[in-house]
């Protein structure tokens, strides 16, 4: 019976090749699709969460790889970038994205099959990385299993498989940076946490995973401190020259930051913690409570779920304290994971997307520094959150009706287009929102053109300018009748929308 068993132990203490790695990626994303989802992943015809950013996301990657760039602006509220003509993520995530974008071409779901090759790139890379050993291996795809949202994020139109793919590298370069010390590893940990630092600006907090193996090194410090301040400088410089703001009342909230630069440190003290309090009872009141009474919601799920995360690292992180073993990982992910924690709960929101991002960084860290323990913080995973989290459901499938209407819809826009002059707002279309028009018709858009999502209260004032040549908006609505007191044109009218041009 010992002879058995101990052949298991010895081959799940082995370490797959990279091979292997990305063979074993591949295999448990299959898996996961094919639990969780009813619909053939050839048969998906938009992105699943359907949300409105992801349209957006798609148009100006496909305008990428059809055009070089857009043709058109995209903005909110007829706004543009100071430069270029990109919305409020680009242009360095759109090109990021463009350049896997290129195996699959421009279609409505290149972004969906770009998420799916990243994240399992990240899967397959971390493994290999950090040198998983098979228990390893497993432990990471069944705590993926358990969390499920990140995985579920990654099966859409959105950006979060992106992030998910370089925070794993990141903790797996950060890893072998530690086991070896070798320049290469420094390299390319330093490129991971220099990359997403520039998609979102918080990630300045990651560069602690590269700086715990450098800083008795002092080259090799300084060529981080460099490399991390011009991330950072990039990324503002992003955000504030080359994407169109977004809109005015979302974002995140500096008041409290005001006070404080005006003097005033115990106005600012009270905003904040008066701000987070009412966000933190509204969170429990109509989100975390619910969830924990079976009744799941967005948030809920997110919160709770992360909160299970931390617990877990936490855990692991004084047992291993306690014994003297490794948990430089896991204090560098619980740091990140708290400071961002906080900037969310008094500066932005909480949003289960950012969660889910620590939450990767943190079982990253659990999993490459306690294997053996594994044994114990898996099932509590699994039994605490995958009948929570685990439901098996559909993807939307191509539906005729719609289909033929954005047919019609981008054929007249097409031959429309095509007296445009070299006017960038000649080659952009307004859409209404909230005006009765489902933003999954802005895939009608044709490649190039841009899109400017403007609120249907900011179109149907006349004290507003409208510089975009197109609008999209609902019959009968107050857009359309300003449009129409305008001596605007109706390009193409279809059951579920009207497209006007401008005189």
Not at 77 to 103: K, V
Not at 155 to 180: D, K, N, P, Q
Not at 195 to 213: C, G, M, N, S
Not at 359 to 372: C, N, R
Request: neutral net charge.
């Amino acid at each position: 019976m010992k002879k058995p068993m101990q052949k298991i132990r010895t081959c799940l203490q082995k370490t797959p090749n990279a091979l292997l790695c990305a063979l074993g990626a591949v295999v448990f994303l299959a898996g996961f699709y094919f639990l969780c989802y009813r619909t053939p992943l050839n048969e998906v015809w938009l992105p699943t969460t359907m949300n409105n950013d992801e349209a957006l996301y798609n148009r100006q990657v496909v305008s990428v790889l059809t055009h070089g760039g857009p043709q058109g602006y995209f903005g909110y509220q007829e706004s543009t970038a100071d430069i270029g003509r990109y919305g409020t993520w680009g242009p360095l995530l759109i090109w990021a994205y463009a350049l896997p974008g290129l195996l699959f071409g421009a279609s409505v779901n290149v972004v969906l099959w770009c998420n799916l090759l990243l994240i399992a790139v990240g899967i397959a890379v971390f493994a290999r990385c950090a040198r998983l050993n098979y228990w390893q291996c497993i432990a990471l795809c069944g705590a993926l299993f358990s969390i499920m949202l990140p995985l579920r994020s990654c099966v859409s139109g959105a950006s979060e498989a992106m992030h998910y793919m370089l925070a794993l590298l990141i903790v797996g370069t950060a890893a072998a940076l530690h086991r070896s010390g070798k320049t290469g590893w420094l390299i390319a940990c330093a490129a991971a946490c220099a990359v997403e630092t520039i998609f979102r600006p918080y990630a300045l907090l990651f560069w602690v995973f590269p700086f715990t193996a450098v800083w008795q090194n002092k080259r090799r410090r300084a060529a981080c401190l460099g490399t991390a301040a011009g991330g950072f400088a990039v990324s503002l410089f992003a955000m504030a020259k080359l994407a169109a703001p977004y809109f005015s009342d979302g974002g995140m909230d500096f008041d409290g930051i005001r006070l404080l630069l005006q003097l005033h440190p115990v106005a600012a003290v009270r905003y904040e913690c008066a701000r987070a309090a009412a966000l933190l009872h509204a969170a429990w009141r109509d989100d975390i409570l619910p969830t924990l009474h079976g009744e799941t919601t967005y948030i809920g799920g997110g919160c709770v779920t992360f909160l299970a995360v931390v617990l877990v690292a936490v855990v692991c992180l004084v047992w291993d304290k306690h014994k003297g073993r490794p948990l430089v990982l896991k204090g560098c992910a619980l740091f990140c994971s708290a400071v961002i924690a906080l900037v969310l709960l008094f500066m932005y929101n909480i949003d289960p997307r950012h969660m889910m991002l620590l939450a990767i960084l943190l079982l990253g860290a659990v999993v490459v520094e306690d294997a053996a323990p594994a044994a114990v913080w898996l099932p509590v995973l699994v039994v605490l959150l995958l009948p929570m989290n685990f439901q098996r459901g559909s993807l939307p499938e191509k539906n005729a009706e719609m289909a033929a209407q954005m047919q019609t819809v981008e054929a007249a826009l097409i031959a429309s287009v095509q007296d445009a002059g070299a006017d960038p707002w000649d080659h952009t279309l307004a859409y209404a929102y909230d005006d009765g028009v489902f933003h999954g018709y802005l895939y009608a858009v044709p490649a190039g053109m841009g899109i400017e999502f403007d609120k249907n209260s900011y179109l149907w004032d006349e004290e507003n300018p409208i510089s975009s040549r197109y609008v999209m908006c609902g019959h009968d609505t107050r857009v359309a009748a300003r449009l129409l007191a305008e001596n605007w044109q109706q390009v193409v009218s279809t059951e579920d929308l009207v497209i006007y041009k401008r005189p």
